[in-house]
Structures are given as C-alpha cells and as structure tokens.
C-alpha cells in the first residue's frame, strides 16, 4: 500500500461546479497537509496548508483534514476554466527541528473545468 | 521577494555534455532542494541542503551532482546524462519556523531534453 493514494482522474466538470479532491494516507506519522496546483509545464505552487483537523477556507478554496480516518480533502466552490490544472496532495511528518523536511506527494488529479 | 528562480528554463544537451542547472531563492530560506518530475508523475525527491550542507541524497546517480555554494543559491551540475534523464527539474525551498511545517515554494522548473 502506497503512503499516499491519490486518484489520478481526469476529472471533467462544468464551470461553476463544486469540485472534490481526496487523499487518502496509511502513515499516522503525518502531521501537516498542503495541497498543490501545477500548471502545464510549470513548478507545484502552494494552495493551502494546515496541521489540525478540521477545515481551513481561502477564498474558493476549502481544506478538509480527518486524521481519524486519514483523510484529506481540497473544495474548489464556483470552479473556473482558470483552475484547470494538475492537483497535488502532499504531507510531512512532524519538523524535526533539522531545517528541512520531507513531503510525501500523492500522484496528483488532473482538473478540467469545461466553460 | 517571494520567488524561486530557476534558469535556464528549458536545456537540451547531449549525452556527452556538462551543463549546470541553477536555482535562486531570497526568501532566507535554509533548506533547499532538487526534484524531478517526469509526465504525469509527482515529483521525486533527489537532494536536500540544510543550512547549506548536504543533508538528503536519495540515491541519485552520480551524473548529478548538487552544489550550494550560499544560502540562496543552489545548482545541480549534469554530466553523461542519459536519455531518460529528460524530465522537468524542480528547485524548491523551505523555511525554518522553529516548530511548523509550511510548505515548499518551488520554482518554475527547467524542462531538460537529454538527445
């Protein structure tokens, strides 16, 4: 069983949907949860990130975290063809104070929001 | 500057060159960082400089090899790359904040073509 399970899609909604992304994760060992948005041919960039369960909102962006059942998900309310990209989940076990950490990517959804 | 700055941002070389990726960041971050990414795949963790000293290399064959020469800068010299070395090289960085796990801000990658 892989430490992060994401599915790959694609996923194809209309413009103006609610879209869901989920991970799911097998090590209790992580403890902060980001999700990332990757263009075509471009570096991730950083969405959202948080470390309790619970939800955290930005925007039209909603990050949900179930630690109990390891469990994350990313909202995308009002969806637009702007948001069409490649989303990838990520987490890290607790900072051990070394100055770096590692993040456990998932394989990533690719989104498309059709006008 | 919140920025990762990577150059060039696309190379081709062939299998008997030496070329040098580079990586800025002036965000003073500590820890910095070297990934590849092939299509469609998340990111895989090559290097890792913690306060500028080499603190992860996750087997990575010695045709790359990483340099830090200071605290904002990053670089991964290639030499006799093969073709399946061709893939988008991402550069990332991260803060030290003491008990938190934040994130990495990456750059925009440079999409390397090995012929």
């Known amino acids: 069983q892989k430490e992060v399970e994401q599915d790959p899609g694609p996923l194809s909604v209309p413009e103006g949907a609610i879209v869901s992304l989920n991970c799911t994760y097998s090590n209790s060992a992580f403890q902060y949860f980001m999700w990332y948005r990757q263009y075509s041919r471009k570096g991730p960039e950083l969405l959202m990130y948080?470390?309790?369960?619970g939800n955290k909102e930005d925007g039209r962006f909603t990050a949900q975290v179930d630690k109990s059942s390891k469990y994350i998900s990313l909202f995308i309310r009002d969806s637009q063809p702007s948001d069409s990209a490649t989303y990838l989940c990520a987490m890290s076990a607790a900072y051990s104070g070394a100055g770096s950490y590692q993040l456990t990517f998932g394989k990533g959804t690719k989104l498309s929001v059709i006008p | 500057d919140t920025e990762v700055t990577q150059t060039p941002k696309h190379l081709v070389m062939g299998m008997t060159n030496k070329k040098s990726l580079k990586c800025e960041q002036h965000?003073?971050?500590?820890?910095m960082y070297w990934y590849k990414q092939k299509a469609k795949k998340p990111p895989e963790l090559m290097f890792v400089y913690s306060y500028e000293k080499l603190s992860i290399n996750e087997s990575v064959p010695s045709r790359f090899s990483p340099e830090c020469p200071n605290s904002s800068l990053l670089n991964l010299h290639l030499h006799a790359l093969q073709p399946e070395d061709s893939a988008l090289y991402l550069c990332?960085?991260?803060?030290?904040?003491?008990?938190?796990?934040?994130?990495?801000?990456f750059g925009s990658g440079t999409r390397l073509t090995v012929v």
């Open positions: 965000m003073g971050h500590r820890a």
């Open positions: 948080t470390y309790s369960s």
């Open positions: 990332a960085s991260s803060q030290d904040d003491g008990d938190r796990v934040r994130g990495y801000t």
